[in-house]
């Protein structure tokens, strides 16, 4: 084992940034942290949800054997040795390592890792198909290149709800994406309400994509959403050289039936009574309510229209700000800061490092926490490491008040025209339950 008199180096090679460790023992991720890096650790540095993974790309064996929650999270995840947990992993020696997971959208495709490599299994699964409307009509109107970008733009759009509510986008079909919800557990009502939440979001982003992108072209998208419940094959199939994920059954047929229904009854969001089954009564608001023969199928089946939540719901609303918010995330932070500093000059003291990259830490976090909202048994853990974190770095319960009126201040500045006093209010309760978590550590 090579002795080392000084505190070992870790090159971040993705951003070709060298810090050293602050003292000894600390793990990579308490480096990262302890510099001031992005570091996603969704579970607090608890070993449980993996997304302080790295690459190590030189040094090796200058860091600890794994741990036996390493050992056991790689074989099932069949990880090569060069992959370590960022909170199990203690350096001896200098290291060059390249942090894996670098946003909150990152975290929902980890599902697929935990599915049986063999034979697959089945799953009972919330499904999501949403198409286009019109597009054959969108393609002949503009040059190839400028269809290309507004479906990548419309995809982007589309796709976040579904990551940030614990889905995994299965695969675009032309203008055509498909969610699937529950691939990493959770029961009917979970699962469900996730996918209810991502078709909401859905229509949100379409409504701001129009506003914001879409003008410039001339077009404005529409799409139709439908969302079936049930069992289904979920694992690889093909040719044993070369399998794909894949995800078969009956009620994939479904959902797609029941999403074409939308163009024939002029809706937004159909769902299955498969879906309400799992869902208390009076959870949504309910439209049209009616029985229809989906191609392919001998019964007349009931499908209802869903125009969004009865209650205001806390997830929906910070979910559909969160891009508009961070839009700028450098005058986020100042903004936020120079109130801070403004009424306390005092507290500056606390932040003895560029302020840049606290402001980038600052923006990480919050986009991450509400990215783990959809998975709350590891945003628990998250906020209370992060409360741990920042009375080390000497926060005291005393100044969270102050923090939380001036953080609202600066989201309602932020936000804009888009900050009406019901998403206000779901930010609001939002920091209380940030502010909550991390207190209570």
Not at 242 to 250: E, M, N, S
Not at 251 to 260: D, E, F, L, T, Y
Not at 261 to 280: A, H, M, R, Y
Request: with cysteine.
């Amino acid at each position: 084992m090579t002795i080392h008199n000084t505190l070992p180096t870790i090159n971040y090679c993705s951003i070709n940034h060298r810090v050293q460790a602050k003292k000894e023992n600390q793990t990579l991720l308490e480096i990262s942290i302890a510099n001031k890096i992005p570091h996603l650790h969704e579970c607090g540095g608890h070993g449980q949800c993996t997304t302080c993974r790295v690459r190590v790309v030189d040094g090796l064996n200058n860091l600890n054997p794994p741990t036996k929650l390493e050992e056991e999270m790689s074989s099932s995840r069949h990880w090569d040795p060069g992959i370590r947990l960022g909170c199990q992993a203690r350096p001896h020696g200098d290291v060059s390592l390249q942090r894996l997971i670098w946003t909150g959208a990152n975290v929902s495709n980890l599902q697929l890792e935990t599915l049986n490599s063999g034979a697959g299994e089945e799953k009972a699964l919330a499904i999501l198909f949403c198409d286009l409307r019109n597009f054959t009509r969108i393609a002949n109107q503009h040059p190839n290149f400028d269809v290309a970008h507004m479906l990548n733009r419309l995809f982007t759009f589309l796709g976040d709800p579904i990551l940030i509510n614990n889905g995994v986008i299965y695969q675009y079909a032309g203008d055509e994406i498909i969610g699937i919800f529950g691939v990493g557990g959770g029961d009917g009502y979970k699962n469900c309400t996730d996918a209810i939440r991502a078709g909401l979001g859905m229509q949100f982003a379409i409504e701001r994509l129009n506003k914001i992108e879409m003008k410039d072209f001339d077009t404005a998208f529409k799409i139709g959403i439908g969302i079936h419940f049930g069992r289904v094959f979920v694992g690889h199939i093909g040719h044993h050289e070369h399998k794909q994920f894949a995800v078969v059954g009956d009620p994939m047929n479904v959902a797609s039936r029941i999403q074409g229904q939308n163009k024939t009854l002029d809706t937004g969001i159909l769902v299955s009574e498969f879906v309400l089954e799992n869902l208390p009564e009076d959870f949504l608001k309910v439209g049209l309510k009616l029985m229809v023969n989906l191609k392919g199928k001998d019964n007349i089946i009931p499908v209802y229209e869903i125009l969004g939540f009865t209650q205001p719901d806390v997830q929906l609303e910070v979910q559909a700000t969160l891009d508009i918010l961070l839009k700028n995330e450098t005058q986020f932070a100042a903004r936020f800061y120079d109130k801070v500093f403004t009424h306390h000059p005092e507290l500056k003291k606390l932040f003895k490092n560029d302020m840049i990259e606290q402001g980038r830490l600052l923006t990480h976090m919050l986009g991450g926490i509400v990215y783990s909202l959809s998975r709350p048994e590891y945003l628990k853990l998250g906020l209370k490491s992060l409360g741990r974190q920042h009375e080390q770095y000497g926060v005291k319960k005393e100044h969270y008040p102050l923090v939380r009126v001036l953080l609202l201040e600066t989201i309602s500045e932020e936000l804009g025209e888009a900050c009406t006093p019901r998403v206000k209010e779901a930010w609001k309760n939002a920091i209380d339950m940030i502010m909550a978590g991390m207190i209570d550590h």
